[in-house]
């Protein structure tokens, strides 16, 4: 049976599948349902786990042995085959088999596994699964659903945010549910039983991204020219991926491009931070900023984001130098960046 995730606290009752397979690419919503099938297991009588990793020279062959060992300690006791990305080959597949077809009565077989190609789902394995026990199916939440998705996980906990809150966070998770659930604990902790505004999410924000992308940009825009150059180095030392603060200092400087150009159309600020996804204080920050450029000037930097992006792709050059420039003269240093 195929269930989706919200679906699996209703189908759990006191006599257990004998198999669950959790499959997807959403982390949060994976831990989270497996969490929620242990916690119902242990009450019903499940005290015992034992966890299997599917790795390189794994002896399928264990499976079983593990199924018909006596327990020292309990008598009903979880079997978690963690399967990763690992596929399936015949004989492991024939083995799985075999086992669901004798499914011992005191075993409940927890099986995890990323998100499944069209060949393992049209598979005997999976047919097996889906016929014997419950298969839940984790699809990642879409960008259109997120603000709900935010607004019910807020709830859950006990926590009200603002419209514009909720569209700051989902531009600062950018899709990611662990991130989001950290940030709504975080908010929780700090304005327990208040309404969250965006002003409030971009204090929290701002310290926890000190020295992360967010905290470059923010860095930049308020011309703090030695925080710029410290979260730099630690980026860079770090490992991040150049191509990453490529993507956030050129949606900046497109983003004030945009200012200036509503403004001298005479589009409201609102409006234009509302398109651009700009909450709270940083309207005004990103609105003092665009007056301090020319058009050329930003369309220069723009320019040299692109041979950022040039050289990330193999050309001479290194993209970190000029990032560097490109984040020193949005701090309103003057560089001659030309080559």
């Known amino acids: ?12 009752g006191p006599q257990p599948a004998p198999v669950y397979l959790l499959t997807g690419d959403e982390t949060l919503l994976i831990e989270e349902s497996g969490d929620l099938l242990r916690q119902h297991l242990h009450s019903i009588g499940f005290s015992e786990r034992e966890t299997l990793h599917v790795e390189g020279g794994f002896k399928w062959e264990y499976l079983l042995e593990c199924a018909n060992a ?34 011992a009565e005191d075993n409940v077989l927890l ?45 859950q906990i006990g926590l009200t945010l603002e419209s ?34 965006a002003d409030m999410v971009m204090d929290s924000v701002s310290d926890s991204s000190r020295y992360d992308i967010y905290g470059l940009t923010e860095a930049a825009i308020l011309q703090q020219i030695p925080r710029c150059n410290k979260i730099i180095e630690v980026l860079r030392q770090e490992g991040t991926e150049a191509s990453v603060a490529l993507w956030a200092i050129a949606r900046e400087v ?10 001298q159309k005479g589009t409201p600020l609102d409006t234009i931070c509302q398109r651009e996804r700009i909450w709270g204080n940083r309207k005004n920050q990103m609105r003092n900023a665009a007056s301090r450029f020319s058009p050329d000037t930003l369309n220069s930097m723009l320019s040299h984001c692109a041979e950022a992006d040039a050289q990330i792709k193999g050309a001479l050059g290194d993209p970190w130098l000029t990032l560097s420039g490109i984040t020193l003269q949005l701090a309103g240093i003057e560089l001659n960046l030309e080559r």
């Open 1 to 12: 049976m195929k269930i989706k995730p919200e679906q699996l606290a209703n189908k759990l």
């Open 70 to 103: 006596l327990s020292l300690f309990a008598e009903q006791k979880i079997i978690e085959l963690r399967l990763g990305s690992h596929k399936l080959n015949k004989q492991a597949s024939d083995i799985l088999q075999e086992y669901l077809k004798r499914p």
């Open 111 to 155: 099986i995890i596994a990323n998100k499944l190609d069209g060949t393992a789902k049209r598979s005997a394995w999976f047919k097996a699964i889906d016929q014997q026990g419950i298969i839940v199916e984790v699809w990642p939440v879409e960008l259109q659903q997120l603000p709900g998705w935010i607004n019910n996980r807020a709830q």
């Open 254 to 263: 497109r983003s004030l491009i945009a200012i200036q150009n509503g403004l």
């Open 164 to 197: 514009d809150a909720v569209q700051l966070l989902c531009e600062r998770i950018e899709g990611n549910l662990l991130a989001a659930k950290q940030e709504l604990d975080k908010l929780n902790l700090l304005y327990a039983g208040q309404t969250v505004t």
